[in-house]
Structure formats: structure tokens, C-alpha cells
């Protein structure tokens, strides 16, 4: 199976969703510590951007049964992350040296969960609930003290949300909204490539929502920063969450008004206008010169590719 099999047209990765949530029963500690029992509950436990997994005879097995993360070293701590047919889903964390006792065993493997999952070693349809357990746990492990006076917090809501016991201030995990746009200027559209791309990788431009903005204005301001091209037709196609650290990316098409490219160095390598032609080789990764386009994985793919298959264009950009 291919890349292109695992994340076809629409569908890139963290978004398929296997879980219901069950956000009603994050308040009722006797119901999660009796979930935490149930003989069907099963774990993510993440290291940072990875996840530790089970090495067995059909690949690595990354969902966890509850005790045998525990027994892998797992932070006993865990956020109720919802039902798989009716069996608990959790996240947990990891201590470094937990992860350093692992590396010496063979039944385990601590992993990178970008390049199992766009190897299609973890499957598509698990990455949305592994997006959520890394988003939670990455969260918790940064925000550990209150904000507004410092006292260490506590972990409430089946980890959803901390609580201060010395000021009362309750913190929310935060998600990030990053815009990502598909610039077109007729035939043409607008890539870039930043420093760390694999050679040859052009993708859509992108960046955060700054507060108090809209995401019309964002994708105005982001590609004006980082390419001078100015934009106008701003319309929304889908989103993709992102753990990394906690995004969400929110894909736009727009349409240009000038094509002359001032490229900012500091956020982008180059940018440059590609026809459609050049574009339909880069995504099938044909190109001549062995230019290419983003990874299926990843909702930039998805926003070309539609552009590509002509699906956008010649109306409003909706899909
Ligand atoms: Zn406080």
C-alpha cells in the first residue's frame, strides 16, 4: 500500500476518527478509574514526538493494553481520551529514563510518529486518537504550573483541563490555528519550500493566526509576508489537526493579484510560481528534475492535488 492509498484525496492524516470522544464522562472520576479497570482498555504512550510500541511478528503495535504500558514504564497518570466500541482509549506519558531502559529491550521500540505514519506503519484510521494523545500529554508536560501564580497545578477532567489549588485558575489544552493556502494565479500556483524540506519538496505557504484576526486576513498577511504577492478570493477547503505541538491547520485557496515574488529568506528557502502541468508531475513525483510536492499525509497535498485534478477551479473553491 502506498502513501497514496492510506491518505487519498480529502483525507490526509490525523483525521480519521475512531474514538468517541465520550466528553460527558471526563467529570466523573469513579466512572474513569472504573474505565482505567475495564479488561478492554487500551493506551498511547508518547515520548515527545514519539510513541513507544510493542515490536511484534506483523510490525510495531502502537495502542498499548493499560498494564502492559504500565510495565513498559509508563507515568501512571493518564487522559481519558474516549471509547473504541465501547472500550476506554488513553494517553500516557513517559520519563526520559523509561525511554532509556526500553532501548535495551527487543519486544519494545520507542518510534517517530511522523515516519511511521507516513510509512503506514501506524494505521490511518488510529492517527487521529494518536494525535490526541500526543497533543495532551506534550501539553501537560509543558504546563505544569499555573500561569497566573506559578503553584504546581492539577491534572482534572480525565486531563482535560488543570486546575489551581492555591488561585483557582482552571487551564485549557490550547490549540493553535495555522493557516495553509493555495495560491493561484491563473494556471499557475504559488509553492515554497523552507531550509529543512527534503531537496527538491515544494509545499503550500503557511503560518500562524495571530490574535484578533481572521483567517481571510491571515492568509492575506502570510503570503503577502512571505512571497509579496497580494490575494484576494479567500475560501476555506477543510482542516487537519496537527500535533506538533497542537495546530490545526486550516487550508484555503486564494487567488492572486500580482505575480512578481519578493521571498521572505528567513521563513522560506524559495518560492515560485509552478504551472499546471509542472504541478501534476511534482505531485505524482515524476518530475524531471525531481521536484515534488508535499506528502499525502499532510493536507497541503490535498489542497494541489484538488487543485491538480481541476476539482477547484472555474468556481468558488468549495469543495
Ligand atoms: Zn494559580
Not at 38 to 54: E, F, K, N, T, W
Not at 173 to 192: C, E, Q, Y
Request: hydrophobic share 40%.
Amino acid at each position: 500500500m502506498t502513501a497514496f492509498d492510506s491518505f487519498p484525496l480529502g483525507q490526509p492524516g490525523f483525521i480519521s476518527h475512531i474514538l468517541d470522544r465520550a466528553a460527558h464522562l471526563r467529570g466523573d472520576e469513579e466512572k474513569l478509574l472504573a474505565l482505567e479497570a475495564h479488561p478492554d482498555a487500551r493506551a498511547y504512550v508518547v515520548y515527545r514526538d514519539s510513541l513507544v510500541v510493542r515490536r511484534e511478528a506483523t510490525g510495531p503495535r502502537a495502542l498499548l493494553g493499560l498494564n502492559e504500558a504500565r510495565q513498559l514504564g509508563a507515568n501512571p497518570g493518564t487522559i481519558f481520551l474516549g471509547l473504541r466500541q465501547g472500550a476506554p482509549v488513553f494517553g500516557m506519558g513517559i520519563s526520559p529514563g523509561a525511554v532509556e531502559q526500553l532501548l535495551t529491550r527487543d519486544d519494545a521500540a520507542v518510534s517517530e510518529l511522523r515516519g511511521m505514519a507516513m510509512q503506514g506503519v501506524v494505521p490511518a484510521s488510529e492517527l487521529s486518537a494518536i494525535a490526541m494523545a500526543k497533543s495532551l500529554v506534550n501539553w501537560h508536560q509543558r504546563h505544569g504550573y499555573c500561569a497566573n501564580c506559578g503553584t504546581r497545578s492539577a491534572m482534572k477532567e480525565g486531563g482535560w483541563k488543570r486546575d489551581c489549588p492555591n488561585c483557582k485558575a482552571e487551564h485549557f489544552p490550547r490549540t493553535d490555528p495555522v493557516v495553509i493556502m493555495l495560491v493561484t494565479s491563473g494556471d499557475k500556483v504559488l509553492l515554497g519550500r523552507q531550509k529543512h524540506f527534503l531537496p527538491g519538496m515544494y509545499s503550500c505557504l503557511a503560518g500562524f493566526v495571530e490574535a484578533a484576526e481572521t483567517i481571510e486576513d491571515a492568509v492575506r498577511r502570510e503570503i503577502f509576508e512571505e512571497s509579496g504577492v497580494r490575494c484576494t478570493d479567500v475560501n476555506y477547503y477543510m482542516t487537519q489537526p496537527w500535533p506538533y505541538p497542537s495546530s490545526l491547520m486550516i487550508g484555503c485557496t486564494a487567488r492572486a493579484l500580482n505575480e512578481d515574488i519578493v521571498v521572505d529568506r528567513t521563513e522560506l528557502e524559495d518560492a515560485r510560481w509552478f504551472d499546471h502541468a509542472e504541478a501534476a508531475l511534482m505531485i505524482r513525483r515524476e518530475h524531471p528534475d525531481g521536484l515534488a510536492g508535499p506528502h499525502p499525509f499532510a493536507i497541503a497535498h490535498h489542497l494541489l492535488g484538488r487543485w491538480v485534478k481541476g476539482s477547484d477551479r472555474g468556481h468558488g473553491g468549495n469543495p
